[in-house]
């Protein structure tokens, strides 16, 4: 059996100092790197032989449907239950997302993703006792938007590629806005559709995109994010218009 | 309401379901899970919504989805429970529909339906193959709705520990350790529903999610909760009656937590929607009880929950003592390997009497644990330590009653029993935890409204022989 190397990014708490740690791991082709960090569980040494505590990292699905295992790979944001190691260049750098606290190791803190979520309010209010207003069935292009957008894990990798997206700013980030259009895309979601905007004309909102477009190459899931923008960043223009007009 | 009296465990589809429902009626609940939507097997599920919707004009009928439903249980499943499941089931995708989940459709714009496996006709919807994750992402809308709102409290990242039971009996609350912190907390409750779905992960974690691994159930197992049908693999749960309440007074289990739904074999399609049906109906069971209640949670002595809390801070400690060296994750793939092998697709009492040793063996060797990770700061090691721990019983109560089930029926084959036996086993296995081992009790079915054609002895009709 082969082994590889991770050196990985390590941090005791959110206020100690953080180190790196190598670990040589047995492999075998197609293990993904949540494996081999099953590895490390199993047998906690590190390179140099001395015995250490295991690395604490996120596990959920399993299967790339969640988002909770994202983490830096070699530098860039991915989803560990769904990387697999035969194409990553060793050793396999493991650093935990740079845009949320460090809880420890390679688990961070997603809450504000998940606040700008609610805050974001892209849900439609009705409730199951409510009269059916009659479904008005989408066009071939929005089902095809929908299923593009609706995707979305909540992994945080395009808040991690975005330059816009950090500890001095309150932007949202290109996954929220997307769930907004998302909504947006339904008739029964654009009755509150000016309550959203509003959300989008704050600080924070759509306006603080600098159009980088990383947001997309970064998303496990594909996602057309710079399409999304721009059509909110239109909504809030016309929104705006009609404000003024009022 | 003001005060949060009702506690739900688990934030998946049958979770959600009934924090919504109760949100939906102005009832103000706490939503509590270990990992949120990430340790959800909600996500996962690829089958679809099956319903009878009333504008097909193709000879289905609602009937007939609850007959194939219960024939498929093979006459385990809750009767009550699906009949009434069946028929909601329309007014399950409209209101779906309603909140912005759009199903697969043709070009025209009509909905497609699939015909699984077992079924008459074409019943099932779908969102492509991402049906479980679409609902998911639907309903967790809906909650952040209502949390916004101030109905839902939605506690994430909390792993739930026990629940606080009162000298009456009555279930009075939890308590949780906060995965981070590992800070102990009770959450005083005058209802608490058990939404921590299914223990797929037993024996393939990489499959169900890390998250579904049963040891919830196990805990209140441990506790004095009766568990039911595990040797059908994947459709036991905690055993509830005709209100979804367990044998624990103010204690309920939903969705794929609960035994209730599934009997011997799931009918494709119907889990979604048992999911979302036993979380909806949660609601107006769980407020009739509440209101019956003589003494609220707010009257019961706080040293109750000080002495639970006490009681889980020194079963920590125990692994955190435990000095030898055998390691937690090695143990987990071993018990994993040792379902698949001895109580699997295949199993006859040669396998599953060598599984139940190996089991025990497991739970010796526990007892020579090596943590490499002491600290009190998101110990991840301490945590599967002690899912690992009830994860055991569990694997013991399904080995137990795969043993004494001495017929074949739905996921349950055994290849020196290969026949159903309806005069012995038409029945429910209840289990109950004991120190020595599960001890097992057999309780009659009511079949309200169908009936076995044939029910004499030893009958097989080949169309029942399929395996898993
Ligand atoms: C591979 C696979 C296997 C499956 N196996 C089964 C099966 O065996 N039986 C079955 O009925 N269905 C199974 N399903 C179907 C699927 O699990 C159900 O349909 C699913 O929708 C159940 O929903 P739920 O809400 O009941 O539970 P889930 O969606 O699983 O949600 C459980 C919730 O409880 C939380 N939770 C669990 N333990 C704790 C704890 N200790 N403390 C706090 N929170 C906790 C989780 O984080 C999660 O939020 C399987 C699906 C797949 C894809
Ligand atoms: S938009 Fe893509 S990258 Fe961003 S959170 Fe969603 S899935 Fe992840
Ligand atoms: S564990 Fe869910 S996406 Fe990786």
Known sequence: METITLKIKRQERPEAPYYWEDFKVSYTPGMTVTALLTQIQKKPINDRGEATQSVVYENGCCQGACGACTMLINGRPRLACSTIADHLSAPIVLEPLTKFPVIRDLVVDRSRFFNDLIRASSWISSDFNNPDAGLVIPSESIQKSYRELSSCTFCGSCLEACPQYNSRSSFVGAAVIGQIRLIHLLPMGRMEASQRLSIMMEEGGVEDCGHVGNCVKACPEGIDLRSAIARIEREVTVEAVRRLLG | ?468
């Open chain 2, 1 to 468: 309401m003001t005060e949060s009296t009702i506690v739900i465990v688990g934030s998946g589809v049958s979770g959600m379901s009934a924090a919504v429902s109760a949100a939906q009626k102005g009832i103000s609940i706490t939503l509590i899970s270990n990992a949120g939507l990430a340790g959800a097997s909600s996500l996962l599920d690829q089958e679809g919504l099956n319903a009878v919707m009333p504008w097909k004009n193709d000879g289905d009928s609602i009937e007939r989805h609850f007959e194939e439903s219960i024939e498929t249980s093979q006459f385990l499943a809750r009767q009550d429970f699906v009949r009434h499941m069946c028929e909601e089931a329309p007014r399950f995708v409209s209101y779906l529909e309603r909140i912005g989940l759009l199903f697969s459709r043709s070009a025209t714009g009509a909905p497609l339906f699939k015909k699984l496996k077992d079924h008459s006709h074409p019943r099932t919807l779908f969102c492509e193959e991402r049906t479980g994750f679409q609902i998911s992402q639907i309903l967790n809308q809906q909650v952040r709705r209502f949390e916004k709102a101030g109905l839902i409290q939605r506690r994430e990242g909390w792993e739930f520990l026990s629940v606080v039971i009162d000298q009456r009996g009555v279930c009075r609350g939890i308590t949780a350790m906060d995965r981070t912190t590992m800070e102990i907390k009770s959450y005083p409750a005058d209802a608490v529903v058990m939404a921590s779905g299914s223990y797929g992960g037993l024996c393939m974690p990489s499959k169900g999610g890390y998250f579904c691994d049963g040891s919830a159930a196990g805990a209140l197992y441990g506790q004095g909760v009766f568990l039911a049908n595990l040797e059908f693999t994947g459709t036991g749960g905690i055993w509830v009656d005709h209100r979804q309440m367990t044998n624990i007074e103010g204690l309920f289990a939903v969705g794929s937590a609960s035994m209730a739904y599934q009997g011997a074999q799931s009918l494709p399609g119907n889990r979604l929607l048992s999911n979302l049906h036993s979380g909806f109906s949660l609601v107006d069971s769980s407020v009739h009880y509440i209101s019956s209640l003589e003494n609220k949670v707010s009257q019961i002595s706080p040293d109750l929950f000080l002495e639970e809390i006490r009681r889980q801070h020194f079963f920590n400690q125990t692994f955190l003592d435990r000095s030898g060296n055998e390691n937690l994750y090695e143990l987990k793939t071993e018990l994993g390997d040792c379902i698949t092998q001895y109580a699997g697709v295949n199993r006859s009492e040669g396998s599953l009497k060598k599984g139940e040793e190996k089991i025990r063996e497991l739970d010796s060797r526990l007892k020579k644990l090596n943590l490499s990770d002491h600290s009190n700061w998101r110990n991840h090691e301490l945590l599967d330590a002690r899912r690992f721990y009830y994860m055991l019983d569990v694997a013991l109560a399904v080995v137990k009653g795969a043993l004494l089930r001495r017929e074949s029926r739905g996921t349950h084959q055994r290849e020196d029993y290969p026949k159903r036996d309806d005069r012995n086993f038409l029945k429910t296995t209840k289990i109950a935890f004991t120190p020595l081992g599960p001890e097992i009790e057999y309780e009659d079915i009511h079949l309200k409204y169908l009936k076995p054609q044939a029910p004499a002895l030893a009958v097989v009709d080949e169309s029942w022989n399929r395996v898993g």
